[in-house]
C-alpha cells in the first residue's frame, strides 16, 4: 500500500509543480503531434495521482491483491487524465468572449459625475466588459451633475462625446 500512496503524493507534486513553473515543461512533449495535450502535466499528475491513491483504496479496503489494485488505478487514473484533459481543453479554447473595443461604448448610456461644462470636460460613469469605467467626458452644452447621457462618440482611449438623454 505504501507504493500506491507513495505514487499518489508524487502525482499531486507533479501537480503543485505545474501550478507553480505554469507551462514551462509542457515543451517537452511538442514534437508528439497528436498527444499533443494528452501527455500535458497536469494530465500526468491527474493520472499517477489518481492510480497511486485509487489503487491505495482497493488494496487497504478489499482482500483482493495489488495486481487487481493497480489495474483498479489504471482505470481510474485512465479517467481522471481524461477528465483533466478535457478540461483543459476546453479552458483553452475559451474565447467566444471578445474584448471589449472603444467603440463599443457608442450608444450605451451613463451617468454624468462631474457637471461637464459648455467648453471643457467633465465625467461620467460607463460601463465597459460589464465594470464600471469613469471617463472625461465632453458635450455640445452644459450638463448637470446626475444628468443620464448617451455616448454619441469616442474621442481617445479615455474620453468620449456625450448628449442628455430626454428633453
Do not use: C, N
Not at 502525482?11 to 517537452?28: F, K, N, P, Q
Amino acid at each position: 500500500m505504501g507504493w500506491f500512496l507513495g505514487l499518489g503524493v508524487f502525482g499531486l507534486l507533479l501537480l503543485v509543480i505545474s501550478l507553480v513553473l505554469d507551462g514551462v515543461l509542457e515543451g517537452a512533449f511538442d514534437g508528439l503531434g497528436s498527444l499533443d495535450g494528452v501527455l500535458s502535466l497536469p494530465v500526468i499528475a491527474g493520472f499517477v495521482s489518481m492510480l497511486g491513491f485509487a489503487g491505495a483504496i482497493v488494496l487497504g479496503t478489499t482482500g483482493l491483491g495489488p495486481g487487481t489494485a493497480a489495474v483498479v488505478g489504471v482505470g481510474a487514473g485512465a479517467g481522471a487524465g481524461w477528465l483533466t484533459w478535457k478540461a483543459t481543453r476546453a479552458l483553452m479554447r475559451d474565447g467566444t468572449v471578445s474584448v471589449p473595443r472603444g467603440d463599443d461604448l457608442i450608444g450605451t448610456t451613463g451617468q454624468v459625475v462631474t457637471a461637464i461644462p459648455a467648453d471643457g470636460y467633465g465625467e461620467v460613469l460607463l460601463y465597459r466588459g460589464g465594470q464600471p469605467v469613469k471617463y472625461a467626458a465632453k458635450a455640445a452644452g452644459p450638463v448637470a451633475r446626475g444628468a443620464e447621457v448617451w455616448v454619441e462618440s469616442v474621442l481617445s482611449p479615455s474620453s468620449v462625446a456625450v448628449r442628455p438623454v430626454g428633453p
